[in-house]
T-cell receptor, first 113, second 113 residues
């Protein structure tokens, strides 16, 4: 069955430390890959996306993600987190070009002083 | 603000009542999506429009749910005879044909009491 897995439900990180959020997918072919961020009571904001080409993609707010075909992964990273990065992060995949997304369950990020 | 707009932001209704939500997409976007998000979960796909045509409906969308997008502009999502299990955040998103990139509204939070 097709699936998107975010293994970490909750991550706590100190301000200024690095952050990595994991995402694994299970599809027959390489899907379109996305990371979204959701702050409390808000909609989802696109951080970055991967369709093809360079497997390291840069996004907004200093985030980057790396696609690894061999591991069916699309992990999100940030070298130094800011308190404003506290939010819930969703990995999403689309298996065709018209944009029906399947989302992971999300990872809640807490940033401590 | 030219983003995706949803109205109302919050709705409390009694079980058995009908409710209708509105979504105004980004004006040049052909594609419009509805998703439902429950607490602690990622959004789940409900339905998709390309212009005025409803091209796919999820099995999550029971007969009590209906969505329309007259003239390919705004969209409405109606839930008839609401049940407590319908309590969720209803998210609308829109996307251009190319590149495929969904922009989400802030959502309508429905509480059925």
């Amino acid at each position: 069955a097709q699936s998107v897995t975010q293994p970490d439900i909750h991550i706590t990180v100190s301000e200024g430390a690095s952050l990595e959020l994991r995402c694994n997918y299970s599809y027959g072919a390489t899907p379109y890959l996305f990371w979204y961020v959701q702050s409390p009571g808000q909609g989802l904001q696109l951080l970055l996306k991967y369709f093809s080409g360079d497997t390291l993609v840069q996004g907004i707010k200093g985030f980057e993600a790396e696609f690894k075909r061999s591991q069916s992964s699309f992990n999100l990273r940030k070298p130094s987190v800011h308190w404003s990065d506290a939010a819930e992060y969703f990995c999403a995949v689309a298996t065709d070009s018209w944009g029906k997304f399947q989302f992971g369950a999300g990872t809640q990020v807490v940033v401590t002083p | 603000d030219t983003g995706v707009s949803q109205d109302p932001r919050h709705k409390i209704t009694k079980r058995g009542q009908n409710v209708t939500f509105r979504c105004d997409p980004i004006s040049e976007h052909n594609r419009l999506y509805w998703y439902r998000q429950t607490l602690g979960q990622g959004p789940e796909f409900l339905t998709y429009f390309q212009n005025e045509a409803q091209l796919e409906k999820s099995r999550l969308l029971s007969d009590r749910f209906s969505a329309e997008r007259p003239k390919g502009s705004f969209s409405t999502l109606e839930i008839q005879r609401t049940e407590q299990g319908d309590s969720a955040m209803y998210l609308c998103a829109s996307s251009p044909l190319e590149p495929m990139e969904a922009f989400f509204g802030q959502g309508t939070r429905l509480t059925v009491v």
